[in-house]
């Protein structure tokens, strides 16, 4: 009984470090399409109405999601939980009214910064084919990271915490 146990969480172990491995092959391929160019947007409207600006001395995480999305629902508490700490802006993308974001996250109990980008504007000027996908900027507005797809907690933290360096 103990023989097979042992087997059984080698196979497990083994197949999560192969799913993480592949994962992150196919993220790092998609990333590749993304727009690389220094932040040039001073501020957004969010769905709250009011004005988010983004800070000069401070690195800026921005998320793009829908809430049509599996990836980004489960994603979804790693980015409330980076909010706390870290400047974070997401844009939902094709997800329906202010008002029904709203709805969507008050039901979850998610506080994060939203805009809604209803025509995909947004989306097209970062060059956005796939959710969830993630941008991180340093304190110039430089891109120092991106990623297409599921971000843990840990991964998120540390990447916003080494742009503010």
Sequence with gaps: MLQKLKHYSKEVIFFIIFITIFTNIISLY?????????????????????????????????????????????EASNIEFISKHFNVVTIAVDSGTDYELKKYLQDRGYNFNVVNDKNRELSQQFNISAYPTTFIYNNDKKLIFSEVGYTSIIGLYLRVWWASF
Excluded at 49 to 72: Q, R, V
């Design 30 to 74: 998609k990333s590749q399409d993304l727009s690389n160019t220094p932040l040039k947007i001073n501020s957004l409207q969010l769905i709250n109405n009011t004005n988010y600006t983004f800070s000069n001395d401070k690195p800026i995480l921005i998320h793009f999601w829908a809430t049509w999305c599996p990836t980004c629902k489960l």
